[in-house]
């Protein structure tokens, strides 16, 4: 990938507290999932649940209704084989029962080789998708772009 890798945050509301019994089954599936992806091809890095629900609660997000991920990936390819497949997949499609509506964002951006995300740098790159749609800077499945330097 010419020294790239890709990192990836998403984002969703949950209707209710992760600890409501309605979430059970979302909050179920956690563990599993992040075992899951660490174990995953192409899966480069992700921070622990501690950092991240502590960044959360210090930028005023309340960490038991903001489903917040951030990882980063050898590519592309690697990230859509996970997030498409098996156990992920299923919680995916029964993410509107635990999630408010609209409330899922997702972006995806190149970085350099070993570089490790902030919670603030996920939380930005979020808000320009949500604002400006996919660019270089920030894109989506739907809408990619290679890394830097490449056509």
């Known amino acids: 990938m010419g020294g790239f890798q890709l990192a990836q945050a998403n984002i969703s509301t949950g209707r209710w507290p992760f600890d409501h019994w309605r979430m059970r089954g979302f909050a179920s599936r956690i563990d599993v999932i992040d ?3 660490r174990e995953a ?3 480069v890095w992700r921070p622990s649940p501690e950092a991240v629900m502590s960044d959360l609660v ?3 997000l309340d960490p038991m209704r ?3 991920n951030l990882s980063v990936w050898e590519s592309v390819e690697s990230l859509w084989a996970f997030t498409f497949g098996g156990v992920h997949l299923d919680a995916v499609k029964r993410s509107a029962r635990w999630f408010e509506p ?3 964002f997702d972006v995806m951006w190149w970085v350099p080789a070993g570089h490790r995300p902030t919670t603030e740098e996920g939380l930005a790159k979020l808000a320009l998708v ?3 749609g996919p660019t270089p800077e ?7 772009f290679p890394p830097p330097g490449l056509p």
Do not use: I, M, N, V
Request: hydrophobic share 35%; aromatic share 16%.
């Open 102 to 104: 609209d409330s899922a």
């Open 41 to 43: 091809p192409g899966f």
């Open 130 to 132: 949500k604002e400006a």
């Open 138 to 144: 920030g894109f989506t499945f739907r809408k990619r």
């Open 58 to 60: 210090r930028l005023g």
């Open 66 to 68: 903001e489903a917040y």
């Open 35 to 37: 075992g899951l992806a």
